[in-house]
Structure formats: C-alpha cells, structure tokens
C-alpha cells in the first residue's frame, strides 16, 4: 500500500487549504485513515480520523471545529479540509492507514504517506 499526501503550501492566518491522500496499492482493503502532523523539533501529533466507511470521524483538540476529515472509497482518497488555520498549524501533515480502529497514537498505524508541508505566516 502506498500513500501520496498533497496540497500543502504557504498561507496566512485564518486561510484555508485542503490536503490529498491518494492510496494506492491493496486498496481492495478498506483502512481507517488519519492525518498526523509535526512540527520542527516537536512529537508527531494526532490530527484527525476517519473510520472505513466514513462515518465516524475524530479530531485533535486543538483542530477541532476547524478542520474537516472526508473519504472517498471509490476513489481511495482522503481529504483534510482546513479552516482558520493558525501560525500553530504549520508543520508536515502525512497520512496514514491503519487495520481496526482509529487511534490517536501514530504506532498503531502500518501505512505513511511522505508528508506534504503545510506553513502558516502571521
């Protein structure tokens, strides 16, 4: 399975950007999906989920009410649309598919796109 993130780039506080993740590979298997982030010198952090059919979805804290999570099956593609972002966003976004359920911890994924970078000016 291969992951290919995009649509990172470079905007200002309180702009919006939408990022790709393109599956490829096995895709005959549905995978929970979830995008992680990392800032420079800090633990890659939990973004948001969203289970195999699309359903349910879960947010970090700190995105919450700002960012949203969609799949598109037929497609193998997840979006993460983000709203209002914030200097405090900037950082790598990947993506990632895991087997059961949606966790916020990236060791409980098996599958990482490369990590397309997202930076918010001020």
């Known amino acids: 399975v291969q992951l290919q993130a995009s649509g990172g780039g470079v905007v200002q506080a309180g702009a919006s950007l939408g990022l790709l993740c393109t599956v490829t590979?096995?895709?005959?298997?549905?995978?929970?999906m979830a995008w992680f982030r990392q800032a420079s010198g800090k633990e890659r952090e939990f973004v948001a989920g969203i289970n195999r059919s699309g359903v349910l979805t879960y947010y970090g804290d700190s995105v919450k009410g700002r960012f949203s999570i969609s799949r598109d099956n037929k497609k193998n593609t997840v979006t993460l649309q983000m709203n209002s972002l914030k200097p405090e966003d900037t950082g790598a976004y990947y993506c990632?598919?895991?087997?059961?359920?949606?966790?916020?911890?990236?060791?409980?994924?098996?599958?990482w796109g490369q990590g397309t970078l997202v930076t918010v000016s001020s």
């Open positions: 590979g096995r895709t005959g298997i549905p995978y929970v």
């Open positions: 990632a598919a895991g087997r059961e359920f949606v966790e916020r911890s990236p060791d409980e994924y098996d599958y």
